[in-house]
């Protein structure tokens, strides 16, 4: 399923009204360019499940935590794990956790991801800055459900 946003704001949009859909435990894989807007989603699925922090990359720390929305959200940049991979993070802690697991870049991890993923691709569209194609890939009539939520919001 795809949906073309024509700025940063639309892209928080959609992804505030997909944390409506998201339930604990999900884990949401987004892939996309440098600057494709990964971290712009995120900062939308915050906003949309009630966190009110600021939302940045966490490209130094691999991992943030934040706790203060409806569930927790554990936002991951596993950019720097190229050649190396996640299995002494203890990743499949937060996949099974009680939150919902956003992680930017997880070919670098993807040993260790789950079976369950809703993949999100963010493209960058030849000749315009601001605008998106946010592609959203499922692999489970969980994710299904979820999306098709998602279309009946938007």
């Given amino acids: 399923m795809e949906f073309t946003v024509n700025d940063p704001a639309e892209t928080e949009k959609i992804a505030r009204?997909?944390?409506?859909?998201v339930s604990?435990?999900?884990v949401i894989l987004l892939k996309g360019d440098l600057g494709a807007g990964k971290t712009t989603f995120t900062k939308g699925l915050a906003t949309g499940l009630g966190i009110h922090a600021n939302v940045k990359s966490?490209?130094?720390?691999?991992?943030?935590?934040?706790?203060?929305?409806?569930?927790?959200?554990?936002?991951m940049d596993v950019y720097r794990l190229e050649g190396v991979g996640g299995a002494e993070l203890g990743l499949e802690e937060?996949?099974?956790?009680?939150?919902?697991?956003?992680?930017e870049w997880p070919q670098f991890v993807?040993?260790?991801?789950p079976d369950e993923v809703?993949?999100?691709?963010?493209?960058?569209?030849?000749?315009n800055d601001r605008q998106r194609v946010l592609e959203?890939?499922?692999?489970?009539?969980?994710?299904?459900?979820?999306?098709?939520?998602?279309?009946k919001l938007i």
């Avoid at 937060?94 to 992680?103: K, L, Q």
């Avoid at 809703?118 to 000749?127: A, C, F, G, R």
């Fill in 94 to 103: 937060y996949f099974n956790g009680n939150g919902v697991s956003v992680v």
């Fill in 24 to 26: 604990p435990g999900d």
């Fill in 17 to 21: 009204l997909f944390a409506q859909c």
């Fill in 58 to 75: 966490p490209t130094f720390n691999l991992i943030k935590e934040y706790h203060q929305g409806r569930m927790p959200l554990y936002h």
């Fill in 110 to 113: 993807e040993e260790d991801l």
């Fill in 136 to 151: 959203f890939t499922e692999n489970s009539a969980h994710f299904q459900r979820e999306l098709k939520q998602l279309v």
């Fill in 118 to 127: 809703m993949t999100i691709l963010i493209k960058k569209v030849p000749d």
